[in-house]
């Protein structure tokens, strides 16, 4: 289906029980040709646990995703081509009708993950046309949350091009996102690359078809404080209105020594 090879190096084991687990290690997937390595990505292992009774409901529990040393490449050539293009130039199968009740149902498929954890990530950005890189590494990522109609809880340290950030907090759940429904926000967020404070950022975030907004907003920079509303609204000359009130700003804190 993707044109590439994917290569399964290491051991492969399956533990059965009323939560089944299964690991996999050492996996790799090829780089496009001319690429500039061979493996567009690179996983040392990755575990899966999942609840059994839920599939007896046609869901999909996912207790535990664990994703371990993930080394993954996107990149472009010289032509601006990416190694994210895929597939193959065998002409596709005509798709089978979905059932009329699959159909009716769309929205999101009932497979839901209560923790997401990566550790020790590096994800780099290439542009070949400008010859030029980014390299984020990812100390740990733990996404949680009970279910999609539950809060979810992210925990996030890493570096962007050997600078330290960390990200942690709280958001609305995946299901109200993904149906455009008010979206809360409460994170907390230290970067040693951008501003010397720690930012904390907490507001309600609105989905529309062609609007897009963040209601409620507080934004910390240090002892700075600033509240409001953002909103942009999409069409041939996008709009954005951002309306921003603040008691006090401290430029000392924020602006560079020199």
Do not use: C
């Not at 051991?11 to 390595?37: C, D, Q, Y």
């Not at 980014?134 to 109609?149: C, P, T």
């Not at 409001?228 to 006090?248: I, N, Q």
């Amino acid at each position: 289906a993707t044109g590439r090879d994917l290569v399964i190096a290491g051991n492969m084991a399956l533990k059965v029980s009323l939560s089944p687990a299964v690991v996999i290690e050492n996996v790799t997937l090829s780089n496009m040709a001319g690429g500039s390595r061979p493996e567009m990505v690179k996983v040392k292992r990755f575990e899966a646990e999942v609840s059994l009774l839920p599939l007896l409901s046609k869901r999909l529990q996912v207790n535990r995703l664990v994703v371990i040393e993930p080394d993954i490449l996107i990149e472009t050539n010289a032509q601006g081509k990416g190694n994210w293009e895929m597939g193959t130039s065998a002409p596709a199968k005509p798709a089978e009708p979905a059932g009329k009740e699959e159909a009716a149902k769309g929205g999101l498929p009932n497979v839901a993950v209560e923790e997401l954890r990566i550790e020790k990530a590096v994800f780099v950005n290439r542009d070949g046309v400008k010859n030029q890189a980014m390299r984020v590494e990812i100390d740990h990522l733990i996404l949680s949350a009970k279910s999609l109609s539950s809060p979810l809880s992210i925990d996030l340290a890493g570096a962007l091009d050997g600078k330290a950030f960390e990200v942690k907090g709280t958001t609305g759940p995946i299901a109200d996102l993904m149906a455009a429904r008010p979206w809360p926000l409460d994170l907390a967020a230290k970067a040693g690359f951008v501003l010397p404070v720690p930012i904390q950022l907490a507001g309600t975030l609105i989905l529309g078809e062609q609007a897009y907004a963040l209601d409620n907003l507080k934004l910390g920079l240090g002892k700075s404080a600033l509240a409001g509303s953002a909103k942009v609204a999409m069409g041939a000359r996008p709009k954005a209105t951002v309306r921003l009130a603040a008691d006090l700003i401290d430029l000392s804190e924020i602006a560079p020594a020199s």
